[in-house]
Structure formats: structure tokens, C-alpha cells
């Protein structure tokens, strides 16, 4: 948008078709590498040198660096009164070179990078919105972007995109900084389409990077990169590496395990075998899979510490998938969601839970999304109200072949009570609801699951505690906030239809919150009595006044105080914000009277002072005498 003789605002219209995004770590202005010293220097140089030597070396280094900052300080205060008299650019602005891209003291400085469908890659910087690089990568769909080389050591932070075409696919290793390619062979490609791109927790031993194994359905793993270096990293984990197939609308699950290294004209590949498979009922079809906040979980506690101090430990088994079906009876006009706890090493059920009556609000518009993080797993849907649920119960009661009077009469008794049950626990209304889930090891709090190694192999079913509330509005999309050391209370994020992004505490969705009255043991662990509604709080609003058109996604990413988390939703528009649900208390407040407390520390060392000549003088004193 143009005003006159100046540009108002400019927008990247491929941002409206975001199909995948990431958060990118900046590297540190001065930052420890594992080839150079804290001086920049290589360390066979360093450690050749003699304590001496190392000595005057770094007397050396630091005059140098002073010197130059004295003769940098006229062009730091230009800069710096240049900033402080000229107005931000605008949010989404043009491409601008001179964007510091280097952590920032709190770590609230990130790029992020977002895909477009038409193979459009953008950066932006979190810190005011500004495009860092954009690039076009080619006529194909992109599948996804990973960081495969975080911005720890003296390299630059790289990521890998996946685009795909209908006869191969390309992976490209871009510099997440400048945007460019990296190294003397940026892009690889594979003939063939894949059904999943899975980054695995290993590095190769060349470029430090992560390596991604691309699974072709029941047929094959490839690696990328397809090096001897990846290889000889994969096989650390290829024992221990695991995996299922499904999709949205499939009628199955079926776990695979990797087979052993074979090679081949392209290259090398390892082989899969079927370990296991679960076919779900006649009409059932898989609605929606839960998505991990991040493959590197912060478990900040083993348990919950309860209000008599008993422990109930969570349940932490990192293989347990939870996945939500559909089934939909057209003949009735209703459904019911079934949601899965299934451990992906051995396909075990842990848990299932038959939600009647649930289902999409309509055809086409899909209302059933899942979420899973540390212990927890959040379900939404839309629910048709008592009336579907006692009548898909019917049905399904009703099918089967015909059966003699005394099977007959005892059936009619059992769907008589059934429908008693149902009336009883199912809710009195017709809208969106909610479950929030929690997994632990045992149902009495301070027992835990035999054995000190776990595997899935002797795995127990474990406990899981559930609670359903009412959510008076349409949700698009979940996510949920994430911390460096995980100990800041969670809070789950919600994208509405009314282009609002929603933050709800993690205690108001609790499922141990208490029914009826409260007891001394509930209130001193600080639990909030049960209601069925989830009040909509104005003051819960993350997105404020501004409407955020079509929320389909939601990540999010820590920063450097544990306080707080970013965040950044997704659809037809952007929106970043910063999110503290436990407030900022590892931060000083604005009105924090720092006048009043170095006054105090000033008294105080005036204070020690003339105590202190006192003290001596009095101890003269003493020996005189």
C-alpha cells in the first residue's frame, strides 16, 4: 500500500498459503565452537601454546578488540540515535540486509520460516516482523521444512526442504541466516514419493547435521543425506527405530521396523517389515493424529505432587500414539469419536474412550483435532447433544442376527440400563466440547511400574484420568506453549472461527479438578473446582483486538527465559506474539523501583564501611587497655 512519496505497508501474498513453518535459533554474536576457542582461535593452536604464551596471546586478543571498539564508538552512537528517532518498519516489510541476525540477550530474537505451497521460502524475524530472505525453490509442492543444524557450534543453522513432485523427491539444504544453498551439492533427489519424512536424533559426523530417513509406505527407508556418514549414524538407532502408516480417512494402522542395509544402483536403502496392525471396526475411519510439540520434550518432574504430598507418576512412554476415529452412521444422521492410546513398538492398546453423539458440525468442516504433550492429550469435537448419542447406541445395540425370546428379553434390559447410563453422563448440550487427558504409571499415587529398564515389549497399561468440558466457540486449530526447562505452567492454544487466537491455562483443563465439594488435600494442591463450561476470558485473548484470518496452525517455541514462550499462528494471516502463562517471573516489572534498591545497596555498603572502622577501632581499643 502506497501514500504519497512513501510505501505504507507491503505484504507477501505467498504468506497467505502457508503449508509449513519453523522456528530458527540464532546464532550468538560471540559464540564457543567446537573447532575455535573463545578468542576465535583453532585450538590446535591453543593447546600447542605454553601457559605463557596462551597468557600474553589473550592480552593480546583483548587490546585488539578494544581498540576497535573505541574506533567504532562514533558509528554506535550514530546508529544508535538514528534508531531511537526513526519509526519500526512495518510487519511483513521488504527484504532488509542490514537486520542484525544474532541472538539477543533474552532469546526472544528468531527467524521464522515459513513454506508456501507454491514453493515459496520466506524468513522473517520475530523480533519486529521485518523479511530477512525470501527465495523461490521451483515449480513443486513443498512437504515440509526441518532444522537438520541448530546454530550451537560455528556453523550456520541450516534447514532442509522437502518438495516433491508426481515423480520424485528433492530435498535442499539452505542457509537459514543468508537464505542461500549450502555446500558444493545443496539439493538431492530421489525418484519415488514418500509417505513420511521422520528427523531422527542423530547427527552425521560431516556437517553436523540431523539426519532424515523418508519412509516409501511398506516398501523402503532412504536416508538423507544418502552419505556413509548418515549411514553409520542410523545405525546407532536402526534397532530402536519404529514407525506406523496411517492417514486421515484410513481404516488401519499398521506398525513397521527397519530391516538391514542393502544397496543398490541409486544408492543404499533399508528394508521395512510389517511388526503389527490394527484394523478398526466396519465404518471407522481414522479423523485426526496427534501432533507432538516437539520431539525434544522438556520433562521438568517425573510425577504430580499431590495435596497430601503423594506422588502420582506420569506416565512418560514416548512410543504411546493417540489418534482419534470416526465413525458415522448416515442412515441415523450422527456419529460418535472413538480416541486410541496405542504404543507404536508392539501396536498394544493402552486405552480407548467412545465419545456418542460426536462428530464434525458438518460435512466438510472438520471439528475433530488432537493434541498430545508431556502426559496430556487435548481432544475437541463437535457434539450432536444426547439425543444422537442414545440413538447411535440403538443402532448399534440393534445390529446382529435374530435371537431367541430369553436373549431378546435380556437384551432389551441391557439397552434399557444403557440408555439410563447415557442419560446420566452425557451432556445436556449441543456445541463443541473439549477432553483433557492425563496418563499415569499406576491408579494409587506412589506406585510405580516395576522394573528398572522400560520397554514396550512388558509394558503395562497404564491410568488415564479424563475430563470433558464445554467450549462455547469453533476451534481450528490447537497448540500448546512450550519452555526451555518445562517447568512454567502450560497453556494450550486455541485458533477460532472468530479469528481469535485463545490461550486456556493448563489447571482450567484439568482432569483432576474435583466434583462437588473440595477437601483440605485438593485445596492445598491448588486445584480449581469443576465446571463443565470453559468460560470465554476477553482477558485470555492472545491475539487482542486484531482478527487473524483462517488459524489452521499453531507452533510455538522457547526462548531463553523460562517465563516465556513465542508464538506463532498461521492461515490466511500471521500473527506472533509472546505468551507468559505463568506471568513474567523471572523478569522485573516496569514500575520495579531500581532508585530505591541501589539506594539500599549503597546504605548497606556505607553501613559495613563505618561498622567495619568501628570494629576496628574498638578492638584497638581493647588491646590498649
Do not use: C
Given at each position: ?10 505484504r ?5 498459503d502457508?503449508?509449513?513453518s ?12 567446537l ?21 600474553i ?10 581498540k576497535?571498539f573505541?574506533?567504532n564508538?562514533?558509528a554506535?552512537?550514530l546508529?544508535?540515535?538514528k ?13 532488509n540486509s ?7 540477550k533474552l532469546g ?7 513454506a ?6 520466506s524468513a ?7 523479511l ?5 525453490i ?8 526441518e532444522v537438520?543444524?541448530a546454530?550451537n ?11 516433491e ?5 528433492t530435498?535442499?539444504t539452505?542457509?537459514?541466516?543468508t537464505?542461500?544453498?549450502y555446500g558444493s ?25 540431523e539426519?532424515i ?17 548418515a ?9 530402536s527405530?519404529f514407525?506406523?502408516?496411517t492417514a486421515v480417512?484410513?481404516?488401519g494402522?499398521?506398525?513397521f521396523?527397519s530391516?538391514?542395509l542393502?544397496?543398490?544402483?541409486t ?13 478398526f471396526?466396519?465404518?471407522e475411519?481414522v479423523a ?6 516437539s ?6 518432574s517425573l510425577?504430580?505432587?499431590l495435596g497430601?504430598?503423594s ?10 500414539i493417540?489418534i482419534?476415529?470416526?465413525?458415522e ?8 469419536v472413538?480416541?486410541y ?6 501396536g498394544?492398546?493402552?486405552h480407548?474412550?467412545?465419545?456418542l453423539?460426536a462428530?464434525?458440525a ?6 475433530i ?7 496430556s ?5 463437535f457434539?450432536h ?12 445395540s440393534?445390529?446382529g442376527?435374530a435371537?431367541?425370546?430369553?436373549e ?13 447410563d ?14 483433557a487427558l ?9 506406585k ?10 512388558s509394558?503395562k497399561?497404564?491410568q ?34 472468530s ?6 491455562n493448563?489447571?482450567?483443563l484439568?482432569?483432576?479438578r ?9 485445596k492445598?494442591e ?19 483486538y ?11 517455541s522457547?526462548?531463553l ?14 500473527f506472533?506474539?509472546r505468551?507468559?502463562?505463568?506471568k513474567?517471573f523471572?523478569?522485573?516489572s ?13 546504605l ?15 578492638r584497638?581499643f581493647d588491646?590498649?587497655m
Amino acid at each position: 500500500m502506497l501514500k504519497p512519496n512513501e510505501e505504507a505497508w507491503k505484504r507477501e501474498e505467498a504468506l497467505a498459503d502457508v503449508v509449513s513453518s519453523v522456528f530458527v535459533d540464532l546464532p550468538e554474536a560471540q559464540m564457543l565452537s567446537l573447532e575455535v576457542d573463545e578468542l576465535g582461535e583453532p585450538l590446535e593452536l591453543t593447546e600447542s601454546l605454553n601457559p605463557v604464551s596462551r597468557y600474553i596471546q589473550r592480552w593480546k586478543t583483548h587490546f585488539v578488540k578494544a581498540k576497535s571498539f573505541i574506533s567504532n564508538v562514533p558509528a554506535f552512537v550514530l546508529n544508535l540515535q538514528k534508531e531511537l528517532t526513526s519509526q519500526k518498519s512495518p510487519a511483513g516489510g521488504s527484504t532488509n540486509s542490514s537486520i542484525l541476525l544474532v541472538q539477543d540477550k533474552l532469546g526472544f530474537r528468531k527467524l521464522a520460516v515459513l513454506a508456501s505451497s507454491s514453493g515459496k521460502i520466506s524468513a522473517l524475524e520475530t523480533e519486529d516482523g521485518r523479511l530477512a530472505w525470501t527465495r523461490w525453490i521451483g515449480p513443486a509442492h513443498v512437504r515440509s521444512v526441518e532444522v537438520v543444524r541448530a546454530s550451537n557450534v560455528k556453523f550456520p543453522p541450516l534447514i532442509a526442504v522437502v518438495t516433491e513432485t508426481a515423480a520424485d523427491t528433492t530435498f535442499t539444504t539452505i542457509n537459514a541466516i543468508t537464505g542461500e544453498d549450502y555446500g558444493s551439492t545443496p539439493s538431492q533427489t530421489i525418484s519415488g514419493k514418500f509417505s513420511q519424512v521422520v528427523k531422527l536424533p542423530v547427527r552425521e559426523k560431516d556437517e553436523h547435521t540431523e539426519v532424515i530417513a523418508l519412509v516409501a509406505g511398506t516398501e523402503r527407508i532412504r536416508l538423507f543425506p544418502s552419505t556413509s556418514a548418515a549411514a553409520d549414524a542410523f545405525a546407532l538407532v536402526k534397532d530402536s527405530f519404529f514407525f506406523y502408516e496411517t492417514a486421515v480417512g484410513a481404516s488401519g494402522i499398521t506398525g513397521f521396523a527397519s530391516g538391514n542395509l542393502v544397496k543398490d544402483k541409486t544408492g543404499f536403502y533399508y528394508p521395512v517389515r510389517k511388526t503389527w496392525t490394527i484394523d478398526f471396526p466396519v465404518d471407522e475411519k481414522v479423523a485426526a493424529l496427534a501432533s507432538r510439540s516437539s520431539s525434544a520434550e522438556a520433562h521438568p518432574s517425573l510425577g504430580r505432587v499431590l495435596g497430601n504430598r503423594s506422588v502420582y507418576y506420569k506416565y512418560l512412554n514416548p512410543n504411546v500414539i493417540a489418534i482419534a476415529t470416526l465413525l458415522e452412521n448416515t442412515r441415523a444422521g450422527t456419529s460418535n469419536v472413538n480416541l486410541y492410546l496405542i504404543d507404536s513398538v508392539t501396536g498394544a492398546i493402552f486405552h480407548r474412550s467412545s465419545y456418542l453423539g460426536a462428530g464434525h458440525a458438518a460435512r466438510g468442516l472438520n471439528s475433530i483435532h488432537l493434541l498430545q504433550v508431556d502426559n496430556s492429550v487435548i481432544l475437541s469435537y463437535f457434539n450432536h447433544g444426547p439425543d444422537a448419542a442414545e440413538l447411535i447406541t440403538q443402532l448399534v445395540s440393534e445390529a446382529g442376527t435374530a435371537d431367541t425370546t430369553e436373549e431378546v428379553g435380556k437384551k432389551k434390559r441391557r439397552r434399557s440400563q444403557k440408555r439410563k447410563d447415557i442419560a446420566n453422563n452425557a451432556p445436556d448440550v449441543k456445541g463443541y466440547e473439549i477432553v483433557a487427558l492425563e496418563i499415569y504409571e499406576n491408579e494409587r499415587p506412589d506406585k510405580r511400574m516395576e522394573g528398572n529398564t522400560y520397554t514396550s515389549f512388558s509394558a503395562k497399561r497404564p491410568q488415564v484420568l479424563s475430563q470433558s468440558f464445554v467450549f462455547p466457540n469453533t476451534i481450528t486449530a490447537v497448540g500448546v506453549t512450550s519452555t526451555t526447562a518445562g517447568i512454567t505452567t502450560r497453556e494450550f492454544l486455541f485458533g477460532l472461527t472468530s479469528n481469535q487466537l485463545l490461550g486456556i491455562n493448563r489447571r482450567l483443563l484439568d482432569p483432576r479438578r474435583p466434583q462437588g465439594a473440595m477437601s483440605n488435600d485438593d485445596k492445598e494442591e491448588m486445584l480449581i473446582p469443576y465446571r463443565s463450561v470453559i468460560d470465554y476470558n476477553p482477558r485470555d485473548v492472545a491475539s487482542y483486538y486484531l482478527q487473524v484470518m483462517g488459524i489452521e496452525r499453531i507452533i510455538t517455541s522457547p526462548t531463553l527465559l523460562e517465563s516465556t514462550s513465542l508464538v506463532l499462528a498461521h492461515g490466511v494471516d500471521l500473527f506472533f506474539v509472546r505468551r507468559a502463562p505463568s506471568k513474567t517471573f523471572d523478569v522485573l516489572s516496569e514500575d520495579f523501583n531500581y532508585i530505591a534498591l541501589i539506594s539500599t545497596i549503597a546504605l548497606l555498603l556505607v553501613g559495613i564501611e563505618v561498622a567495619k572502622y568501628f570494629a576496628q577501632r574498638k578492638r584497638l581499643f581493647d588491646q590498649w587497655m
